[in-house]
């Protein structure tokens, strides 16, 4: 054969597309197995489907797919569930009622619902109002402090309990009104039975069966203290400490009329 004719057939055959051997596993490498990409368009579609609802919906409102398990470890509950409040309208009735006209627009909405979710609902899964309450009772805690301080009849109490030895211990206006702020007078406002009746009188509902062992009044006065907190982060301490005054101290007979 002439060797112009055998480079000729040589560029034919090199434009021809040859057999793959089967031994070697060329498909494998270039093309994923059919079980495999139904797997990932699924995920895909499902991270799709998960992005447009977290779109439509803020993150506090609901708790996200992917941190539910597929099984509950708890089949039931004995005695029954709690109903939650989901109305935003009851939520805002309950604030107008506890702080007042327009009390439903002193905060935001987000932190609105976060204020009174306590930690047992939803394993915690959307926001809790542990920081809130804890903001709120050292507020709550201060202006007792200084309302037992201001009572007018401190002086009096403080002259009927004579020293039986004829001392005369040091007096000074100032200081008049301090043997009031003994522990179990002040813990008595802040305690949380206390403040779970001020809760219950502003709307707030009660779990009908058994509410001292459903800890029901503890998550109420949390949720008091909360909105307490909420209030000073968002607008301010003025405004925290006038709704501590007239909306908890005052229910109690612990407000001072000249202030």
């Given at each position: 054969?002439?060797?112009?004719?055998?480079?000729?057939?040589?560029?034919?055959?090199?434009?021809?597309?040859?057999?793959?051997?089967?031994?070697?596993?060329?498909?494998?490498?270039?093309?994923?197995?059919?079980?495999?990409?139904?797997?990932?368009?699924?995920?895909?579609?499902?991270?799709?489907?998960?992005?447009?609802e977290?779109?439509?919906r803020?993150?506090?409102?609901?708790?996200?797919?992917?941190?539910k398990?597929?099984?509950?470890?708890?089949?039931?509950?004995?005695?029954?569930?709690?109903?939650?409040?989901?109305?935003?309208?009851?939520?805002?009735?309950?604030?107008?009622?506890?702080?007042?006209p327009?009390?439903?627009?002193?905060?935001?909405?987000?932190?609105?619902?976060?204020?009174?979710?306590?930690?047992?609902?939803?394993?915690?899964?959307?926001?809790?109002?542990?920081?809130?309450?804890?903001?709120?009772?050292?507020?709550?805690?201060?202006?007792?402090?200084?309302?037992?301080?201001?009572?007018?009849?401190?002086?009096?109490?403080?002259?009927?309990?004579?020293?039986?030895?004829?001392?005369?211990?040091?007096?000074?206006?100032?200081?008049?009104?301090?043997?009031?702020?003994?522990?179990?007078?002040?813990?008595?406002?802040?305690?949380?039975?206390?403040?779970?009746?001020?809760?219950?009188?502003?709307?707030?509902?009660?779990?009908?069966?058994?509410?001292a062992?459903s800890?029901?009044?503890?998550?109420?006065?949390?949720?008091?203290?909360?909105?307490?907190?909420?209030?000073?982060?968002?607008?301010?301490?003025?405004?925290a400490?006038?709704?501590?005054?007239?909306?908890?101290?005052?229910?109690?007979?612990?407000?001072?009329?000249?202030?």
């Amino acid at each position: 054969m002439p060797r112009a004719s055998r480079l000729l057939l040589d560029v034919f055959q090199a434009g021809q597309l040859r057999p793959i051997c089967p031994c070697v596993g060329i498909e494998s490498v270039h093309r994923k197995p059919a079980y495999t990409r139904g797997y990932v368009a699924t995920m895909a579609a499902r991270q799709s489907e998960m992005e447009v609802e977290s779109r439509e919906r803020p993150r506090w409102s609901h708790t996200p797919p992917s941190m539910k398990a597929p099984v509950r470890s708890r089949l039931g509950s004995r005695g029954g569930r709690h109903e939650v409040n989901k109305d935003p309208r009851k939520l805002d009735e309950m604030y107008v009622r506890l702080l007042g006209p327009d009390g439903d627009k002193l905060l935001s909405e987000e932190t609105k619902w976060l204020a009174v979710t306590h930690k047992s609902f939803d394993h915690g899964r959307r926001g809790f109002n542990d920081r809130l309450a804890f903001l709120g009772k050292r507020i709550v805690e201060l202006q007792t402090s200084l309302s037992m301080l201001s009572l007018a009849d401190a002086a009096s109490s403080a002259a009927n309990n004579q020293d039986p030895h004829g001392r005369q211990p040091f007096e000074h206006p100032a200081i008049e009104a301090v043997e009031c702020l003994s522990e179990p007078s002040r813990t008595w406002v802040t305690y949380h039975k206390q403040i779970s009746k001020v809760a219950e009188d502003y709307g707030v509902p009660a779990v009908p069966e058994s509410p001292a062992a459903s800890g029901a009044d503890m998550v109420h006065a949390q949720a008091i203290f909360a909105i307490i907190g909420a209030l000073a982060l968002e607008k301010g301490s003025a405004v925290a400490n006038e709704a501590a005054r007239a909306r908890i101290l005052a229910p109690l007979g612990l407000l001072n009329p000249g202030r």
